[in-house]
Nanobody
Framework: QVQLVESGGGLVQPRGSLILSCTAS????????VGWYRQSPEKQRELVAT???????YYADSVKGRFTISRDNNLNTAYLQMNSLNSEDTAVYYC?????????WGQGIQVTISS
């Protein structure tokens, strides 16, 4: 059974930074593309970033230059480094792992940007 557990969310001031982590179990982690999505009540779910097994990355335009996705296959963990945060980044963030037709989601973690 595949499980993804996110951590690192919380409240941060504008222009601050935060690192989200996502630890996987029950999957051959290195073989999956890892991703981060986010959703707020006012917006549709948005794909934020992905990182493939061969280190190909994708970033949404809204986070380019501010967010960095990374992974440590030895720890079965993916990360999302978020810098220069603003109120538009407030959302529930979800991590995913995907390979072929298999896709798994974490439970989500709240990130709130507020002074």
């Amino acid at each position: 059974q595949v499980q993804l557990v996110e951590s690192g969310g919380g409240l941060v001031q504008p222009r601050g930074s935060l690192i989200l982590s996502c630890t996987a179990s029950g999957a051959v982690f290195w073989a999956y593309t890892v991703g981060w999505y986010r959703q707020s009540p006012e917006k549709q779910r948005e794909l934020v970033a992905t990182l493939s097994p061969i280190r190909t990355t994708y970033y949404a335009d809204s986070v380019k230059g501010r967010f960095t996705i990374s992974r440590d296959n030895n720890l079965n963990t993916a990360y999302l480094q978020m810098n220069s945060l603003n109120s538009e980044d407030t959302a529930v963030y979800y991590c995913t792992i995907e390979r072929n037709s298999d896709k798994y989601w974490g439970q989500g973690i709240q990130v709130t940007i507020s002074s």
